[in-house]
């Protein structure tokens, strides 16, 4: 039987700030600020990142196996919800809570500077675990940062790691193996990442520009989002978690985006909600030729062009493992606020051959209260999912 969740919390680092204040204050202005011509780490030329500016935690304390960028991207977001997440522990047992997070890059980038290292030296750095680029790495520290016991599970599904999350956390709460849940997502840059993009023709020669004629690939981005999912308190419920997989190709999506249709469609049958009572959607948006085509399709299909969405991958990049729950974690912060909608960046040079969606401006405010908001995530092999959340 299906157990009412509440998002009672969240912590969230990216391009766009460092806490959930900074990056609400930065969202809604339509600010840019996070995004840098990087000179290394492309192999081949320049590209534009969205990388965290701020000061990130000093971990020369830690054990080498956490010493990495993701998990210090992990602890800005861990330090927003540590205080609720012991009081949540000290009412249900630390053993109750579950972490369920996704990544796809894991401590790769330490990795990296490890295989430079051995390459320029013929040895490895004393400081350099294997262990720190294993996909687990990730949960388990979380898990041993809040001083939980309980299930800890790491997904990787490419984009959708940290959206598919929310639909874990949701099935081992249902069937009693938990009480509540740590859920969420991290990712750092690395070169591996902006080259195996790169490598696809997927990464833009500037700034990413979603739904755009001139759209030509994405930004990577980095970033954390960690939110508390409990039983007993909150005011934002996690309504639905729509899934499909559709395996049309290993890395683009069906040109229809017949797979988008279906999980976006599951999500409002789980949530009882009509696409009418949706008041705003988080599109996937990455700004590559295909993927904003199916995706403009399935959503016109389903909730037809009125309903106001956008991308936000033109403030935050493209977070990979991190962009599902960053991006729910984005529309949480709509709610009790002035009712202003999350905007799109772009340079509104409309595509005629994709349905004309109503794209979110700078300063915009939704005709009615925010009460519902649902966000796609769509990944490699048509791994794709839709959360709905409201209040």
């Not at 984009?159 to 997502?185: R, W």
């Not at 991290?186 to 739904?211: E, H």
């Amino acid at each position: 039987m299906k157990k009412t969740l509440f998002i009672s919390d969240f912590g969230l680092a990216n391009a766009l700030g460092n806490t959930t204040a900074q990056v609400r204050s930065n969202l809604l202005a339509g600010s840019q600020q996070g995004f840098t011509l990087s000179k290394d780490l492309l192999n081949d030329g320049d590209i534009y990142v969205a990388d965290v500016k701020d000061a990130m935690p000093n971990m020369a304390a830690y054990p080498i196996k956490w010493r990495s960028r993701n998990n210090q991207l992990a602890l800005l977001a861990i330090e927003q919800i540590r205080a609720q997440v012991t009081e949540l522990a000290n009412m249900v047992g630390n053993d109750r809570i579950a972490v369920v997070v996704g990544t796809s890059t894991s401590g790769i980038r330490e990795g990296e500077q490890a295989m430079k290292a051995l390459q320029q030296h013929g040895e490895l750095p004393v400081d350099y675990d294997y262990s720190v680029q294993e996909m687990f790495n990730l949960a388990e520290f979380v898990a041993q940062e809040l001083a939980l016991t309980g299930l800890a599970i790491t997904l990787s599904t490419a984009c959708s790691s940290s959206a598919k999350a929310f639909a874990t956390a949701q099935e081992l709460v249902d069937h009693g193996l938990c009480d509540a849940a740590i859920v969420g997502g991290v990712d750092a840059i690395c070169g591996m990442t902006i080259n195996g993009f790169s490598a696809l023709q997927s990464t833009s020669s500037g700034i990413c520009q979603p739904s755009s004629v001139n759209r030509d690939g994405i930004n990577i981005g980095e970033g954390a989002a960690l939110c508390v999912l409990r039983q007993d308190q909150g005011q934002v419920k996690l309504l639905g978690v729509g899934e499909s997989s559709d395996a049309h190709h290993m890395s683009a999506p069906h040109p229809e985006g017949e797979g988008a249709e279906v999980a976006m469609r599951n999500a409002l049958s789980q949530g009882n909600t009509q696409a009418s009572q949706v008041d705003y959607i988080n599109l996937h948006g990455t700004a590559t030729p295909k993927n904003d085509e199916m995706e403009s399709l399935a959503v016109s299909r389903v909730f037809g062009t009125k309903t106001p969405c956008s991308s936000s991958k033109g403030m935050i990049g493209h977070t990979l493992g991190a962009a599902g729950a960053t991006e729910v974690g984005l529309c949480w912060l709509l709610f009790n606020q002035q009712e202003l909608l999350a905007p799109q960046l772009w340079d509104k040079a409309i595509d005629p051959a994709i349905p004309t969606l109503n794209w979110v401006d700078v300063g915009t405010k939704s005709a009615t209260k925010i009460n519902r908001c649902l966000s796609n995530s769509f990944a490699f092999g048509g791994n794709n999912v839709s959360v709905l959340i409201g209040l």
